[in-house]
């Protein structure tokens, strides 16, 4: 059996998650994905936000580097790993999408998407999930690992990580992103995809994946989600009509979204999930989760 994990990661907590799933299967060759485009780490505030219109609205700014598929033709499996930004898939992945070489390479292809974030996931996966239809690939497992803190204490923990590359507990704050305990239990998703492999059977593999764990659905999480999403459609066309990406003119709407976001974050989103919990009765949760989480 032979795999290949195309992957980024900045912080290299995506490369942590891909090792540890992976090391349960024989044969892996690693595959960076690296963009044209530079985003620094440790990321500067203006920067980041900056980040946010092209991400949110699909438009990468640049490709990636060109990917040797000479040694990988012949895999079993393709894995992917990356994460979320600003409730889509990072610039990077979505570059990597939509290479048309990595399209060609793709096309008939089993798939595994892995996705190592804070905790909002889902248009992500919806997301992910559309470009491998497109592209006739065959998606047959979505795993996501993310931060268990509650919403707005990860908040600020991914911005001490993010801003400043602290990600150890400090001022009562937990660790940021994903536990180390979550990502080392994490090869019990590999044993799952090994057998799958070896039987040549991926029918069944989400569900055994779900009931191991592989996604924890966090619903009133995934309610702010959906309506961040919406208005964060509205805010990355506002910004982009200033300029396109790191065009200096559009920097007052990047810093005014900034403000909107922390307000939203800090002030909006509890009472939001208030008034969620207390619509729970008319909330259908249980048939969102089964549409959200399989494939």
């Known amino acids: 059996m032979k795999a290949v994990v195309f992957y980024y990661s900045q912080s290299g907590q995506a490369l942590s998650v891909a090792k540890s799933i992976c090391s349960q299967l024989p044969h892996v060759v690693y595959k960076e994905i690296v963009p044209q485009q530079h985003y620094p780490f440790p990321w500067n505030k203006y920067e980041f936000f900056d980040s946010f219109p092209e991400a949110r609205l ?14 990988i033709e012949d895999v079993d499996l393709v894995l992917i790993f990356g ?100 990502v080392a239990s994490a090869s019990r998703f590999g044993d799952m995809i090994l057998d799958a492999c070896e039987k040549n059977n991926f029918g069944q593999l989400q569900e055994n994946l779900l009931r191991a764990g592989a996604i924890k659905y966090k619903p009133s999480v995934l309610f702010l989600e959906k309506a961040g999403h919406r208005m964060f459609g509205l805010w990355a066309k506002f910004v982009r009509r200033k300029g396109e990406f790191r065009d200096p003119r559009r920097r007052a709407r990047v810093n005014l979204f900034f403000y909107y976001l922390i307000v939203v974050l800090f002030v909006v989103s509890p009472f939001a999930q208030l008034f969620f919990y207390l619509t729970w009765p008319l909330q259908r949760v249980r048939h969102h989760q089964r549409e959200d989480c399989n494939l």
Not at 60 to 70: A, C, K, L, N, R
Not at 133 to 160: E, F, R, T
């Open 83 to 182: 994460q979320s930004w600003f409730l889509s898939p990072s610039l990077p992945l979505q570059s990597f999408f939509a290479d048309d070489d990595v399209r060609n390479y793709l096309k008939g292809k089993k798939m595994v998407f892995v996705n190592a974030c804070r905790n909002m996931w889902l248009m992500t996966g919806r997301k992910v999930k559309e470009e491998v239809s497109k592209m006739h690939a065959h998606l047959v497992g979505h795993i996501v690992m993310q931060d268990s803190a509650p919403n707005l204490v990860s908040a600020l923990s991914i911005v001490m990580w993010l801003m400043y590359g602290i990600k150890q507990p400090k001022w009562l704050l937990p660790v940021a992103g994903v536990s180390d305990a979550e």
């Open 58 to 71: 699909g438009m990468p700014p640049s490709g990636i580097q060109p990917i040797d598929f000479s040694d």
